[in-house]
């Protein structure tokens, strides 16, 4: 493709190794795309309060489409810029459907409550079950009805004994049209935004609004919660060490994140 108008990177598995650390290569590299005046927007299934260390490590702040799709975020001003949520109605159904369905999950809600233009105040609320996969400081724990009782920006579902295709599999026969399923690790834990809110939405949101057209837009992903983007974009690039059905949507496949994969195609124009 010709020089990108707009470059979009996935964060886990693509723009940080597998420790979590943004290589300098990468770093150097992303830093060049901006002070070109290309915006380099990161686009992730994290939540906004995991970004402003991404953007440090980059030395390059800027925007992030978080939650896949759900919340857009400026990490320099530290506000939220536009959100979608799940209703508390949907949200209520689908949770009672999918633990008569995947018997033994446990749930947990993101939500971003600072009003959009104000600065950033979500939260994460699960049941109990979930404290293991993150800092217990981080986790409101919290009962099924309270979980339930107000909009979220995304429903994580976990369970500990199936694999994370496994349960999408039913979680799509469940869920149908009301939720988008996806999820960004095999390791049994789903991820649920509002119909039609995926990563290529809220990034095609990003691109309308800085007058890029999407045959200028380079992206970068791993998993199954990238194939949207990628298949989106001008140009989906994934990863070597990715999902099958991210090297299935991609246009080409670069290195691994371990061997600075975004960097490697980058380093073409910048």
């Not at 650390?21 to 994290?46: H, K």
């Not at 209520?92 to 600065?119: I, M, N, Q, S, Y």
Request: with cysteine.
């Amino acid at each position: 493709m010709r020089k990108p108008g707009l470059v979009a990177s996935d964060v886990d598995g693509t723009l940080l190794d597998p420790v979590e650390r943004v290589r300098p290569r990468t770093a150097r590299a992303a830093r060049r795309v901006v002070a070109s005046g290309t915006p380099l927007i990161l686009v992730t299934g994290r939540p906004p309060r995991w970004m402003p260390e991404v953007f440090d490590a980059l030395g390059a702040p800027g925007l992030a489409v978080c939650a896949n799709g759900a919340v857009l975020y400026d990490a320099a001003t530290d506000r939220v810029l536009h959100s979608r949520s799940i209703d508390p109605v949907t949200l209520h159904d689908v949770v009672v459907e999918l633990r008569r369905e995947l018997p033994g999950c446990a749930f947990g809600v993101e939500r971003a409550t600072g009003a959009v233009g104000g600065r950033y105040s979500g939260r994460f609320q699960a049941e109990s079950q979930f404290q293991h996969l993150w800092d217990p400081s981080e986790v409101n724990v919290t009962g099924l009805a309270e979980l339930t009782g107000k909009a979220a920006v995304k429903l994580l579902v976990l369970h500990q004994q199936m694999t994370s295709e496994e349960m999408a599999a039913v979680a799509r026969e469940v869920v149908g049209d009301q939720l988008q399923v996806t999820f960004s690790t095999g390791s049994g834990l789903l991820e649920l935004s509002a119909p039609g809110v995926d990563k290529a939405s809220g990034l095609a949101t990003v691109a309308d609004h800085l007058g890029v057209d999407r045959d200028d837009v380079i992206t970068f992903g791993d998993m199954p919660n990238d194939v949207p983007m990628l298949r989106w974009a001008g140009h989906g690039v994934a990863m070597r060490n990715s999902h099958p059905e991210a090297l299935a949507a991609a246009d080409e496949v670069t290195g691994t994140n371990r061997e600075d994969g975004v960097a490697q195609v980058l380093e073409r124009w910048w």
